[in-house]
Structures are given as structure tokens and as C-alpha cells.
T-cell receptor, first 112, second 113 residues
Framework: RKEVEQDPGPFNVPEGATVAFNCTYS??????FFWYRQDCRKEPKLLMS???SGNEDGRFTAQLNRASQYISLLIRDSKLSDSATYLC?????????????FGSGTRLLVRP | SAVISQKPSRDICQRGTSLTIQCQVD?????MFWYRQQPGQSLTLIAT?????????ESGFVIDKFPISRPNLTFSTLTVSNMSPEDSSIYLC??????????FGPGTRLTVT
């Protein structure tokens, strides 16, 4: 079983649609959670951190359920520019370090 | 925000050869990370490189295949040794950012023929 699992995608939606991505993680020692965005042939970039109370940044809303080990990302009023791969990422703290574990990503295609 | 550069940006190499990838950061950082992203896949951590100590490798990655240098707090290299077509990937370095997330370099796209 993968440590971080995401919806397989791709999601193909019209402009203006609302789309939700789900993610589950298996390591109960995971301490921090993020959504990254990766455009084609580019490096991943942080979209937003995910907090236990849930958080919103414009059209984007992230939710975390620690009991269920579940993370979600909601995108409202989709734009063409939202087309990208969205990576669910968890941070696991080790003895003297930490590491990020990436999900396989969910591809979003927003069509006119 | 940190500015990270990588060299080369891309290369095509013959099997059996080695390639050294450089990662330069515009500020001093204790930890640097090296990742691999195989075609159509997500990122997999290869190793964590701390200045002044041996790199820590993840399961499935060994120093003989992916030797890493970390001579100072702004620079690191990753060598992909004795390459085979299976090593064709994008290799990315990253550095920590406040809050636990990471900044990524632009990546090195490697094709092994």
C-alpha cells in the first residue's frame, strides 16, 4: 500500500466547475500536510498547507481529518489556468530529520 | 523565498556513463534533498544531504549508485553512476522552507540511451 494515495484522475471539468480531490495517508506519525501543484515539465510548487481546522485561500479550500487520515482539496469556479497535477504531500518527522512523502498526483484538465 | 538553480537542465547520456547534477541555492541551508521523478510518476526521495555529514539514503537507493556531495551550505551534487535506461528521470533538489514544506529546483531531465 502506498503511504499517500490520491484519486487517480484525470479530472476533466468545464470552466466554472467545482472539483474535489481526496487523499489518504497511512503513516500516523505524519505531522504536516500540504497540497502542491505541478505544471507540465515544471517543478512542484506549494499551493497551500493544510491545517486541522481547515483553511481557505481564495477559490481553494483544504480540509484535514486526522482521525480518518484523510485530506481534501476543493477548487471552486475552476479556471483554465488551474489545469495541472495536484500532489498531496505529508511530512513525517524522523529522529533527527524529516521527509516529505508525495502522492502520485491527480491531474486536472479544465476545458473552456 | 529561496532561489535554486540546477545544472544541467537536461542531458542525454549513454548507458554505462555517469552524470553529475549540481544544485545551487542562494542562501545557506542545513538540509538539502534529492528527488527522482520517473516519467508519469510522482516524486521519490533519494537522499537527504546535510552539510558536514554523510547523506542519508532512502530504501532502494545506495551511495554507490547515487553518490552525493555537500561541500558547503549552498551547494550539493548528485551523481547518477553507471547509468541505464531505467535511470531516465527528472532529478530535483529541494531545500526546506519555514512551515515544513520545501522549495524545489527546476529539475534536471535525464535521458539514458
Amino acid at each position: 500500500r502506498k503511504e499517500v494515495e490520491q484519486d487517480p484522475g484525470p479530472f476533466n471539468v468545464p470552466e466554472g466547475a467545482t472539483v474535489a480531490f481526496n487523499c489518504t495517508y497511512s503513516n500516523s506519525a505524519s505531522q504536516s500536510f500540504f497540497w502542491y501543484r505541478q505544471d507540465c515539465r515544471k517543478e512542484p510548487k506549494l499551493l497551500m498547507s493544510v491545517y486541522s481546522s481547515g483553511n481557505e485561500d481564495g477559490r481553494f479550500t483544504a480540509q484535514l481529518n486526522r482521525a480518518s487520515q484523510y485530506i481534501s482539496l476543493l477548487i471552486r469556479d475552476s479556471k483554465l489556468s488551474d489545469s495541472a497535477t495536484y500532489l498531496c504531500v505529508v511530512r513525517v518527522v524522523l529522529d533527527s530529520s524529516y521527509k516529505l512523502i508525495f502522492g502520485s498526483g491527480t491531474r486536472l484538465l479544465v476545458r473552456p | 523565498s529561496a532561489v535554486i538553480s540546477q545544472k544541467p537542465s537536461r542531458d542525454i547520456c549513454q548507458r554505462g556513463t555517469s552524470l553529475t547534477i549540481q544544485c545551487q541555492v542562494d542562501s545557506q541551508v542545513t538540509m538539502m534533498f534529492w528527488y527522482r521523478q520517473q516519467p508519469g510518476q510522482s516524486l521519490t526521495l533519494i537522499a537527504t544531504a546535510n552539510q558536514g555529514s554523510e547523506a542519508t539514503y532512502e530504501s532502494g537507493f545506495v551511495i554507490d549508485k547515487f553518490p552525493i556531495s555537500r561541500p558547503n551550505l549552498t551547494f550539493s551534487t548528485l551523481t547518477v553512476s553507471n547509468m541505464s535506461p531505467e535511470d531516465s528521470s527528472i532529478y530535483l533538489c529541494s531545500v526546506p522552507r519555514g512551515g515544513g514544506e520545501q522549495y524545489f529546483g527546476p529539475g534536471t531531465r535525464l535521458t539514458v540511451t
